[in-house]
């Protein structure tokens, strides 16, 4: 959700972790977006985006916690099924901030318990059919931040991708996916929202595992997005709804370059970012959420170049 303040450990802890940000280019699609739902079907909160394919999108709402399953309607997304979330032991309300859909099953991102809204708790929750989580993590190794200005974006990276990158932990270690059991077929990425670090981890039965962080070129982030060999780090409009994309160098994960919004999208508070799977003419679809339901609308649509 949008930070208010920021304090002195916060302030620290950005000027660690942003690093050194590129000059913004053109946004690498087209300029032209439009609103992508009926008038008020959200509300406000509307956090979290992933697409699990092409016809199917899922959404978070942080307030009260909300799993959206969305399906295409002409020109916007409409609701297909939803439900309310709760921990696995089927209480609180999570303050679900990202959704990510993988081979591996559906993951919501958390910061606090809005039950105990004044406790950071940054947890990651898999969810199944119902609306108890089915598992879920704490996340070990985040810097100390405000309870709101915790854990915002989630997304994932395949096994397969790090293993033929070469990737590294942070001791340095090249990344083997049997050193960490049972934690499926990728890593679970996290950005925090406070500073705009990510946090890579391994989400095994014996708990989540970090594996690795890095700058994500922003001041803040907002949501993850896992696109081919690229990793999206998308921010709001703190950060005048810019966003970076991260690529593996010399087996350690750095910015690639650093993109506008495009042209006609509104610089509002732009929390959830998703690009569809599938190339269509050149183009693939994405879609942005705003949590403060701007004139009514929390989604919008635009497109990105299948070659950017």
Request: hydrophobic share 40%.
């Amino acid at each position: 959700m949008r930070i208010k303040a920021i304090g002195v450990f916060t302030v620290l802890a950005v000027a660690l972790m942003v690093g050194s940000a590129d000059a913004a280019t053109a946004w690498p699609g087209g300029s032209a977006t439009q609103t992508a739902d009926g008038s008020n079907v959200f509300g406000k909160n509307l956090s979290g985006l992933s697409f699990e394919s092409d016809q199917v999108v899922w959404a978070v709402k942080n307030g009260p916690s909300t799993l959206y399953r969305l399906v295409p309607s002409g020109s916007t997304w409409k609701v297909e099924s939803k439900r309310s979330l709760k921990f696995k032991n089927g209480k609180g309300d999570p303050d679900a901030e990202g959704v990510v859909s993988t081979p591996d099953g559906l993951f919501v991102v958390t910061e606090r318990d809005n039950d105990n809204g004044d406790v950071s708790s940054p947890m990651v929750l898999k969810f199944g059919t119902g609306s108890n989580a089915a598992a879920e993590w704490k996340l070990p190794g985040m810097p100390s931040v405000d309870p709101n200005e915790g854990p915002e974006g989630i997304s994932w990276i395949p096994d397969s991708f790090l293993t033929a990158q070469g990737f590294k932990d942070d001791a340095g270690k090249l990344y083997n996916p049997a050193d960490h059991p049972n934690h499926g077929t990728g890593l679970i990425a996290v950005g925090l929202e406070a500073t705009g670090g990510i946090f890579l981890y391994a989400l095994q039965d014996t708990g989540a595992k970090l594996v690795a962080k890095f700058a994500s070129g922003q001041k803040q982030v907002m949501d993850l997005e896992w696109e081919k060999d690229r990793l999206w780090a998308s921010c709001d409009d703190n950060c005048s709804g810019r966003a970076t994309t991260l690529a593996i160098v010399q087996g350690r994960f750095a910015l690639k370059a650093t993109y506008d919004r495009p042209a006609k999208l509104p610089n509002v508070n732009l929390e959830g970012f998703a690009i569809a799977p599938t190339c269509v003419n050149g183009k693939k679809t994405v879609l942005w959420s705003d949590d403060d339901n701007t004139k009514s609308h929390a989604l919008h649509t635009g497109s990105l170049n299948c070659t950017a």
